[in-house]
T-cell receptor, first 112, second 110 residues
């Protein structure tokens, strides 16, 4: 089946730790995106990548980092510099702008 | 500034009644517009999109939306709501990275 997978579904982090969220797609999409969702805030863009080995910061990139070494994968690292990381994280992919973005099931990150 | 406004945070509709969810946008270029739906704890599912052409677009699950350039609006409608439509609905605009509204939560009463 084609689609977008995110893992883990739930993630718990202690303060001061870095954690990495996985996002994989087998749709042969060039573009991939990371969004953060907080209750009542909609989705906000963290990072996006339109091609392998290239990515751009979104509106709330501080405290996050990404890599795009393979077309299929776009992992997001939440660093200890992110002061309030508890949120629902959604990954999406698209053939390329302005095409439709398809979303993964999300990862819920909780800081203990 | 580019933005999307969904004026209604929460709407309750009786099952079988009609539904309209409002969306207004501010965008400097040609707007590519989307409506997504999200069930609790899940990812987003595309309901419909507008890129160009006919300003009334049909989507999945019986939803439709009308693009009105003069009003900078892209309202979502459904003639008869089902209990399974209860969810959170997001309007978005963009070509590439999307700008999302804050969402409207739909409750359906019996």
């Amino acid at each position: 089946d084609g689609g977008i997978t995110q893992s883990p579904k739930y993630l718990f982090r202690k303060e001061g730790q870095n954690v990495t969220l996985s996002c994989e797609q087998n749709l042969n999409h060039d573009a991939m995106y990371w969004y953060r969702q907080d209750p009542g805030q909609g989705l906000r863009l963290i990072y996006y990548s339109q091609i392998v080995n290239d990515f751009q910061k979104g509106d709330i990139a501080e405290g996050y980092s990404v890599s795009r070494e393979k077309k299929e994968s776009f992992p997001l690292t939440v660093t200890s510099a992110q002061k309030n990381p508890t949120a629902f994280y959604l990954c999406a992919s698209a053939l390329g702008p302005p095409d439709t973005q398809y979303f993964g099931p999300g990862t819920r990150l909780t800081v203990l | 500034a580019q933005s999307v406004t969904q004026p209604d945070i929460h709407i309750t509709v009786s099952e079988g009644a009609s539904l309209e969810l409002r969306c207004n946008y501010s965008y400097g270029a040609t707007p590519y517009l989307f409506w997504y739906v999200q069930s609790p704890g899940q990812g987003l599912q595309l309901l419909l999109k507008y890129f160009s052409g006919d300003t009334l677009v049909q989507g999945i699950k019986g939803f439709e939306a009308e693009f009105k350039r003069s009003q900078s609006s892209f309202n979502l409608r459904k003639p008869s709501v089902h209990w399974s439509d209860a969810a959170e609905y997001f309007c978005a605009v963009g070509a590439g990275a999307l700008i999302f509204g804050k969402g409207t939560t739909l409750s359906v009463s019996s």
